[in-house]
């Protein structure tokens, strides 16, 4: 797969792909690169091969799910990591099936420990992929996966189980949402009461009700407040003359265009001459900054080199 001509989004993508240890995160790398390869008759035969090793991958993951032999090689972290876990029957699976638009789907049973070992999908909020985790239930959970995530996403039914569940994450440096499900199934003063219960004896946790009756409303709420969970910015590159990159780089709050640029590639910071930015951190359109500069949230950079 010759990365020649093509943007850094590809070029990381195509170097994630030959590093990535399952098959899920090499189909999550191959749909980078094809959202990212250039739509002329040119590139008709690089697009053709990247349909086809998608292809190959997909079903080998579905017969290997088919056959019950799916397997955690290992996760790799991607920019934003999320993880979602609670007991078994708390409603995680459909959670998560609502929840991400790329991912193999998570077995949604009556029966306790249907999900055996993690998941992967892919939230989209606006212009950013999140990559989420549906553990598997408590206490079967993946220990070290909940320890090192960004966020988890902790659903339950009933405020007694919280206890069990702070008990299971207690390790867990993670920023925390706290989900209770099913809630269509209370009354207005059940729901009054259990509100006011959170806000007086579980003052800490950010909490949010949730409903499959208003799925839609809450899963757009929901995203957002995932999103916002995550200590970073979003930042677009172009190259002069064209229209900046439609992916954003993720970065960490207070990146300068020097961690931006060797964000691309290794050592691409010592190859620009000058960079011009425009978006949030600049006093007009197009100024040019030096490699200390520090970019704001959506900022756009054009880098030029010696």
Request: charge should be positive; glycine fraction near 4%; proline fraction near 4%.
């Amino acid at each position: 797969m010759a990365s020649t001509n093509q943007s850094p989004f590809y070029q990381r993508a195509e170097e994630d792909f030959r590093t990535a240890t399952t098959d899920e995160e090499r189909i999550a790398c191959l749909e980078i690169m094809m959202k990212e390869c250039p739509k002329h008759k040119s590139s008709e035969n690089m697009r053709r091969n990247l349909t086809n090793r998608l292809k190959k991958l997909t079903e080998g993951v579905e017969r290997r799910k088919k056959a019950g032999k799916g397997s955690r090689e290992g996760i790799k972290k991607n920019d934003m990591q999320c993880t979602l876990i609670g007991l078994p029957n708390s409603g995680k699976s459909t959670l998560f099936n609502l929840l991400t638009t790329k991912k193999l789907k998570s077995k949604v049973s009556p029966h306790q420990f249907t999900t055996h070992s993690p998941i992967l999908g892919i939230i989209e909020y606006e212009d950013a992929r999140i990559q989420l985790i549906d553990d598997a239930p408590i206490p079967n959970q993946d220990k070290s996966l909940v320890n090192s995530t960004d966020t988890l996403l902790i659903i339950f039914e009933n405020l007694n189980q919280i206890r069990d569940l702070e008990r299971a994450i207690w390790k867990s440096k993670a920023k925390k949402i706290w989900i209770l499900n099913k809630v269509d199934s209370l009354t207005d003063m059940e729901r009054r009461k259990i509100k006011a219960t959170l806000r007086s004896k579980y003052k800490k946790l950010d909490f949010i009700f949730f409903s499959n009756k208003e799925s839609q409303l809450k899963i757009k709420e929901l995203k957002k407040k995932i999103f916002e969970s995550f200590p970073i910015i979003r930042i677009y590159t172009k190259e002069p003359g064209k229209i900046p990159t439609k992916e954003p780089m993720i970065l960490k709050k207070d990146s300068n265009i020097k961690e931006a640029a060797e964000k691309i590639r290794k050592n691409f910071s010592k190859q620009i001459k000058t960079s011009r930015i425009w978006g949030p951190s600049s006093k007009f359109g197009g100024q040019t900054v030096g490699i200390d500069h520090i970019l704001k949230d959506k900022d756009t950079i054009e880098f030029h080199t010696k």
